[in-house]
């Protein structure tokens, strides 16, 4: 649990934050973080020409929503077929359940989305990444 505070206001600078060689993730909302039990979710910062490669999250779905920044947003259809779409702020992105997606910054400036994985966890998975580290929460 987010030690310091009760758990129910949570800035992405108070949080341990999950680095990678595309960007971070910020989980503001995690088991973890404040008891929430059926989702997860937070911040992530993609610099410039950066973007998480194709992945999925075997039984989650999850939400994408841009709060700022421009990019190409892949999410695989019913039938394995890669849907793409460029994406911009206020768009929210649903990609179903075990479905293959990812996402490129392909403005000038930074981009930062905010997701939701549902049920909480497959945002655990990411600690086996082979660029995965801790940046401590301030940094």
């Given amino acids: 649990m987010l030690k310091g505070a009760d758990g129910y206001f949570v800035y992405p600078k108070d949080v341990d934050a999950f680095g990678f060689d595309w960007g971070r993730l910020a989980l503001t909302v995690a088991p973890e973080v404040n008891g929430a039990q059926r989702f997860s979710g937070?911040?992530?910062?993609l610099p410039s020409g950066q973007g998480h490669s194709r992945h999925n999250h075997p039984g989650a779905e999850e939400i994408i929503f841009v709060i700022s920044g421009n990019g190409e947003?892949?999410?695989?259809?019913e039938n394995g077929n890669p849907v793409m779409r460029k994406v911009?702020?206020?768009c929210t992105v649903y990609v179903p359940e075990s479905r293959f997606h990812s996402t490129l910054n392909t403005g000038d400036?930074?981009?930062?989305?905010?997701?939701?994985y549902s049920p909480a966890g497959p945002e655990l998975g990411l600690r086996e990444l082979p660029d995965f580290r801790i940046i401590k929460a301030g940094t």
């Fill in 42 to 45: 937070g911040v992530v910062d």
């Fill in 88 to 90: 911009g702020p206020g």
């Fill in 73 to 77: 947003q892949m999410v695989e259809d």
């Fill in 109 to 116: 400036g930074p981009m930062q989305l905010f997701v939701v």
